[in-house]
Structures are given as C-alpha cells and as structure tokens.
C-alpha cells in the first residue's frame, strides 16, 4: 500500500513540475513572439524597441541573442564598441547591434546566395531579403544548401527562407518571388542597406551593380564556375557618382560585357558544391566586415571617407597553388558610364528601359548551322539503324566532354570531345602542295580517318549544338568525301534521344 | 664585358604567363606558361604588353578561336590583366614594359552562381 501512494505522490509532484515547466515556456514563446513582432515592423515600432532596449531593459540585446551571438561578439571586431545607429540616433554600442539594424538583399538564392544567406542569418543580420523567380530542382541540391529535397518544385526563395527560419528565427526574411527586372530593381533595391550579387549572368550583374551605385549601396558580388571563384567589394565607400573617393563599380572593372558566345553557365560548364560555396560564404564574411566597419558607413559630407582597404578582386581556384590570389583593382574610372561625374546611366533610364542591359549584353546566338538533310531525329536514327548499340552500318561519333562521356554513352560510339575539335588549327595543310591529300588533324581517330567505308557519320552532344560544328568540321576536312559519305547530327542531342528513344538515359 | 650586344645570341627576357578562368582551355590547358621574349625589339624598344599579346596570338595559341582572347588587338572584354598581382590599368595597359620575372595573368571573368 504504501508503495502506491508514494508513487501516486511522485506522480503529483511531476505533473506539478511539469505545468510549472509549460509555464515558463509559455511566458518564454509570448516574449519572443513580442520581440520578434517589433522587429518585423521596425518603422512603427523604433520607437517601442528603444524602449525595449533602453527603459525596460538593461541590455540592448535579448538574453537569447547573447547566448547565439556571444561566440562572435567576443571577437573584437564584431563585439567592440561602435558607432551605430540605434533607432535612428547615432550611439555607442556592440557592433552586433549594427548587424541586427541592417538590411540585406541577396539576388539569387542559389550556389552562392544559399551559404552567404545562412551564414548572413546566422550571424544575427536582422532583414534578409531574397530574391529569385527559380523554383528548385534536383540538379541544385548538391551547391544550395538551404533546400531540401522534399522542395523540390518550391520556390527557392520559399525553400530558402524556411531553412534560415529553422535556423535563426529572429531575423527578418523577406521573399521576392522573381526575377529581377529594371523596372523593378530600384523600387526594391531601395529598402535595403546592402547588396550581394549571387546571380549568373552578365546583363543582371550589370543591372545589381548600376542600381546599387546610384542608390548608394555598397555590393559583394561573387561568382563560380567549374573549380574557381571571383569576389569583389564594390562600391564601397558607396560615395555619389562622380567622387573619386567611392569605390570602382562593376563597370568600372568591366566597362564592356565579355561576348555572349564566351559566357559558361554552370549548368553548361558545371561547377563544384564547395568551391561555389566557399564563395558565397565569403560573400557573407565581406558583408558582415562592411556591416561592422567601425566608422560611420556614409561619410558626412566634407569630411573625407577614413581611408579603407583598397578595392581587390579575390581569386580562387580550387586545384591551383596557392588557391587564393587577392588582385588590386583600379579606383573609379573617370568616365565610368555610372559611377563617374560623366555618367549616362541614371535611375530613370535604368527603369524606362533606355539602358537595355540585354541589348547591352547581347545573347549567344545558336544559329541553325545544318540544314534539314544534314539532320536527323533520335526517331528516325534508330528506325535507321534499328539495335541497341551503333556502329553497325554506321559510325556514330559523341561530341560530348570526356567526363560526360563517362557518365553514359552509346556502345560503339566514338568519343572525340568538342574542345578538342576546336582547340586544333583548322588550317587544313601548312606548307602541303595542294594537289596532296590535306593531312588530317590529330583528334581524328584512325578508324574514321583510314576508313574506306562510305557507312554515314552521325555526330550527337548533350542538346545539339556542339554536334552542328562537328559536322561543319567534319566536311571541311573532307571526310565526306565530295558528299559520297553521309554526314548528319542528331537533332536535339542525348536530351532528345531520351524523349524520343530511352528514356532510362541519365540525364544530368 | 658589360655590353651584352656582342655575341649572336641576342639578350631575352623570361617572363611567367598564367590562365584561369577557364582562358587556359585555349592555351592547351596548361594553367602556366614560361615565355622568353627579346630583351629588345628590332626598333629598339622594349617588349611590351601589346607586344606580348601578339606573341601568344601567333606562337602559343594553337586554338582556333582567337576572338575568345583578342578582339580589335587587345584582350576581349571580360579579361582582366594582372601585372604582377595588380589590374594593369595600375600599370599602363597594353604600353607596359615588361621587365624580367615580370609574372602576367589573364583572367577570365566568371558569370555562374
């Protein structure tokens, strides 16, 4: 008996320790809940946070902030003092403070946004804006670190900011769901203290840095492909067009855009999950480095920026030693189309149009450069040449790269990588007499080039295009032998091939 | 002798030239080269950057596609030059006089993220 009521008795006293408990909890979640609130209004509610932090409060931050924070905040130059902007006033007080006031955008919620945004949120950055129209897909889970695969199909920015909340739900997240377009960039540009350019493409590249120059805000921009990575501060000091003072633009760096045809995208060059990501993380090191920079961000008028780190371009590259070289970039450039007293671009042309960043950029123009008979679809190659392996009555030649050739190929199809094709002189006989057959280039291998057969030549890569130039090249070097020999591409390369014929081939 | 113009065997200078970005695809994939230029041109000046640019052009390149690296006989946009580790508008451009040890790099700018 007197067991079970000194069991009944334990029980008692758990439940009483365990409301008291739920208590505590729940007084926990309603302050947490008002704090974050305030935050998520910070215009309305300046006013009440400073009585948060100052009245109410003895420390200007939560008790939960310094316990996340506190292994940063006790590096000097995140936790000294500094001037901040608390609620509007100028003050002296931990830098972390200038983290939670500031905003930042990243465009791009991919390789290089998802690390620096969860390093960003990590770090106690109070208002994260993400932008980016892309919804994920299963070929970015390796790099985007903050999606997960059961959102694939999800808006980025929406898979993003899920994570970051998981992360650290005291910040601010702000989805953007879209791509950025001019009309639109200044308007949303406008509501942020800084910006990190985790784009792909030239013209946004443009557009981020031009908008970011003439709303005065600073910009890390980075980029990856393959086994490298750039990273530059721009901007910064993010002084007025026309002072030298402020730091080189993007057009400062690259008055002109590179040639449409000379832009590798990843999903054509591929690129690294921890290079890509080295980049972005950085991204955020240099923008929490901005964000604490112990001196007011705007100089005053009149009185000089205090002299800073020269503008640099960082490059990594992961299987080069060293892998990181700091390059010293020019200042501004006099006649920057921006930045400079001589600028053209202003934010009224950028949203009107009259800066067309696409005409400015131009895009790879993919002419057609066979003609229909010299094409054939997967469909009709294998009503042709029914069997399941090729070379039999017919050579079939893959343009792809070794490494995706590797991946899957054809039995009995023959790999000759395009760059190689295009790395070799087209000069077809140096110093030769010309009644001498042309001597044939080195990457022609020898059962195509001592062929007799007169069996057709079918050249395919990943989406038909590098298989047009083969072909080209092909004929030029007369392998065609004045037309007796058939020479034709796949059309639609190994994607349409997996439409249209096998549909188990991998596609990467 | 301190002349050094005796002799057949005109003077040189070495020079380090390196890729990245992707630009040493066009240069048989070697990342680093080592070029050895005339000390002295026949007019007697000083092998320059511009003078450079034509060297690799005509005697490393072995890739057709030209345009990838020159346009209008200077790099095409989106390469930066790197004289010795600083952008080479610090350094005069193409006029740079290279100098022995001298250590340039092309890079090509990357758009992917």
Same mark, same amino acid.
């Given at each position: 008996m007197a067991d079970i009521e000194s069991t009944c008795a334990s029980l008692r006293a758990q439940i009483l320790a365990t409301e008291a408990q739920l208590d505590g909890l729940k007084r926990d979640l309603a302050n947490a809940e008002k704090a974050s609130k305030s935050r998520a209004s910070p215009a309305a509610d300046e006013h009440k946070e400073q009585n948060d932090n100052h009245e109410g409060r003895r420390w200007p931050l939560l008790p939960e902030e310094y316990r996340r924070y506190g292994r940063q905040m006790i590096v000097s130059q995140v936790g000294l003092e500094g001037d901040c902007l608390v609620s509007g006033k100028e003050a002296k007080t931990t830098r972390q403070l200038k983290l939670r006031s500031a905003k930042v955008l990243l465009v791009g919620a991919g390789g290089l946004g998802c690390p620096a945004a969860q390093y960003l949120a990590g770090a106690g950055v109070g208002t994260i804006g993400l932008i980016d129209g892309d919804t994920v897909e299963s070929s970015n889970l390796h790099r985007q670190v903050?999606?997960? &695969?059961? *959102?694939?199909?999800?808006y980025k920015v929406d898979s993003a900011i899920e994570s970051l909340q998981e992360l650290n739900p005291h910040p601010t997240y702000i989805p953007h769901r879209t791509h950025l377009t001019p009309d639109e960039a200044p308007t949303i540009f406008e509501n942020y203290d800084y910006i990190l350019d985790? &784009?792909? *493409?030239p013209a946004t590249r443009y557009l981020i840095s031009d908008t970011a120059v003439l709303l005065g805000k600073t910009l890390v921009s980075a980029s990856a492909l393959r086994t490298e990575g750039q990273l530059m501060v721009l901007?910064?000091?993010?002084?007025?067009?026309?002072?030298?003072?402020g730091g080189p633009c993007y057009r400062c760096v690259f008055p002109k855009p590179p040639p449409a045809d000379s832009v590798v995208s990843c999903a054509d060059g591929g690129i690294m999950g921890p290079v890509v990501g080295t980049m972005g993380v950085l991204q955020a090191l240099e923008a929490i480095k901005v964000i604490t920079a112990?001196?007011?961000?705007k100089a005053a008028a009149g009185i000089p920026a205090p002299a800073r780190e020269s503008p640099s371009l960082l490059i990594f590259s992961a299987y080069s030693n060293p892998q990181f070289r700091s390059i010293r970039l020019r200042s501004r450039?006099?006649?920057?189309?921006?930045?400079?007293?001589?600028?053209?671009?202003?934010l009224n042309t950028i949203m009107s149009g009259s800066t067309d960043y696409v005409f400015f950029c131009g895009s790879a123009s993919l002419p057609s450069l066979l003609g229909p008979e010299e094409r054939i679809s997967p469909e009709e190659y294998r009503q042709k040449h029914p069997g399941s392996?090729?070379?039999?009555g017919s050579t079939m030649i893959d343009v792809r790269e070794k490494a995706q050739f590797g991946i899957c190929n054809l039995v009995n199809s023959i790999n000759i990588p395009i760059s190689n094709i295009l790395a070799s002189s087209s000069k077809k006989s140096q110093g030769q007499e010309s009644d001498q057959p042309p001597e044939l280039p080195s990457w022609i291998p020898p059962e195509v080039a001592n062929s007799e057969s007169d069996d057709p030549i079918y050249v395919v890569c990943r989406l038909g295009n590098d298989s047009q130039i083969a072909v080209k090249r092909l004929k030029e070097l007369g392998l065609d032998r004045d037309g007796r020999r058939y020479i034709g591409d796949i059309r639609g390369g190994f994607r349409a091939w997996r439409e249209q014929v096998d549909p188990d081939w991998p596609q990467y | 002798m301190a002349d050094s113009t005796n002799g057949n065997s005109a003077a040189t200078i070495s020079i380090t030239v390196e890729f990245t970005g992707g630009l040493e695809i066009l240069f048989s994939n070697e990342r680093e080269h080592t070029i050895t230029l005339p000390a002295r041109l026949s007019d007697g000046s000083q092998p320059t950057i511009s003078y450079l640019l034509q060297h690799l052009v005509e005697h490393v390149m072995k890739d057709d596609r030209k345009g990838l690296f020159i346009m209008e006989d200077n790099v095409r946009p989106g390469i930066l030059v790197l004289i010795n580790d600083a952008d080479w508008e610090l350094e005069g451009e193409e006029n740079y006089e290279l100098q022995q040890g001298d250590n340039i790099v092309f890079v090509s700018t990357l758009h992917g993220g």
């Open positions: 903050l999606h997960r &695969t059961k *959102n694939v199909g999800k985790c &784009t792909d *493409n901007n910064n000091p993010p002084q007025p067009a026309g002072d030298p003072e112990p001196y007011p961000i450039r006099s006649n920057c189309a921006v930045c400079s007293a001589n600028a053209t671009v202003t392996a090729a070379g039999r | -």
